[in-house]
């Protein structure tokens, strides 16, 4: 059964791994690959990535890509959305440490952080404008 829009939005919106897709030209398949993201319902989802990364160059040359969040306990459900870039933005320590406290314990976040400000390099912020949902929760059939 299809999730209504506040129900898929607050799906979305909580702290899920989702899949990025983009179009990895015509000879290949999407580029599909697992990462955090955040959103908050009504808003824009963005992701927070290498500013070289073949992702952010894939989704600058494509102009969209999807992200596509699960889950398999109550109930199967998901939750799927795809949209033109918004904007890219330089990522921030700010957009780090909010990613990094969403999805670690409190205990790694310190180290995550560490590791990241000194070995992933300059970071972008990716954000879309959400225009395709699919959803549904196949527990409720």
């Known amino acids: 059964m299809a999730l209504s829009e506040n ?4 799906f979305l919106a909580e702290p ?11 000879q290949r398949g999407p580029l599909t690959l ?14 927070l ?5 073949t992702k ?5 040359s494509a102009g969209h890509f999807s992200l596509m969040a699960q889950r ?9 959305v795809e949209g ?9 320590d700010e957009m780090l440490v909010e990613v990094s406290r969403r999805y670690l314990a409190p205990e790694k976040i310190d180290g995550y952080l560490d590791f990241a400000r000194s070995q992933l390099g300059e ?17 409720q059939l």
């Open 16 to 26: 899920h791994i989702a899949a990025l897709s983009v179009s990895n030209g015509s």
């Open 7 to 10: 129900e898929r939005e607050q």
């Open 72 to 80: 398999l306990e109550p109930t199967i459900r998901y939750v799927s």
């Open 56 to 60: 952010a160059r894939l989704i600058e």
């Open 84 to 92: 033109p870039v918004d904007k890219i933005v330089p990522g921030t």
């Open 34 to 47: 697992p990462i955090w993201y955040l959103y908050s319902p009504g808003g824009s989802p963005w992701v």
């Open 123 to 139: 970071q972008v912020a990716i954000y879309m404008t959400p225009q395709h949902w699919l959803s549904a929760d196949l527990g």
């Open 49 to 53: 990535t290498g500013k070289g990364s």
